[in-house]
């Protein structure tokens, strides 16, 4: 079982890498397309984590947010390997790690993480975010419908 986890992982960098190498081929930095009435393409730059956040901290952030992921992805490996048969416990790790590991490669590659995901209303936009931060938050999402649905017994 744990190789159908390590697999779906996988699954998750592969349309990570794939879908910004495509947006980065396409568009140049800050190049945008409007798709609908709240949806553009964009191609961004994060030099920090979600929202930006120590985007402006002068560069040691990138290897803190990559040891972090790094450390992460160790863990949630070892926790494949004890709950594998959890199906919606694994699945949401093997999202979560795919989507740690598809940002990781993008700091170690470039300095930076690649978002291309633009929702926005009216003037007001969300940041922009791309597969592997679809995957952790989805994954994060399962996390908490898991431990309400598959809660252990009291004694």
């Not at 947006?23 to 920090?48: D, R």
Request: hydrophobic share 55%; with cysteine; charged share 15%.
């Amino acid at each position: 079982m744990l190789n159908r986890w390590l697999a779906l992982a996988a699954v998750v960098i592969l349309l990570d890498q794939w879908s910004k190498a495509a947006i980065s081929n396409h568009f140049v930095y800050g190049e945008g397309m409007v798709v609908t009435s709240f949806f553009n393409l964009v191609l961004a730059h994060n030099m920090g984590a979600s929202f930006s956040m120590l985007s402006d901290a002068g560069g040691w952030q990138r290897w803190m947010f990559s040891a972090i992921a790094c450390v992460a992805s160790v863990w949630i490996f070892v926790l494949l390997r004890k709950h594998s048969q959890q199906k919606l416990f694994c699945f949401a790790l093997a999202f979560i790690m795919g989507g740690a590991l598809g940002n990781l490669i993008d700091r170690i590659e470039y300095g930076y993480v690649v978002d291309f995901l633009d929702f926005h209303w009216n003037e007001l936009h969300f940041a922009a975010f791309n597969v592997a931060d679809s995957a952790i938050t989805c994954g994060a999402a399962l996390l908490l419908w898991d431990s309400f649905v598959n809660k252990p017994e009291k004694a």
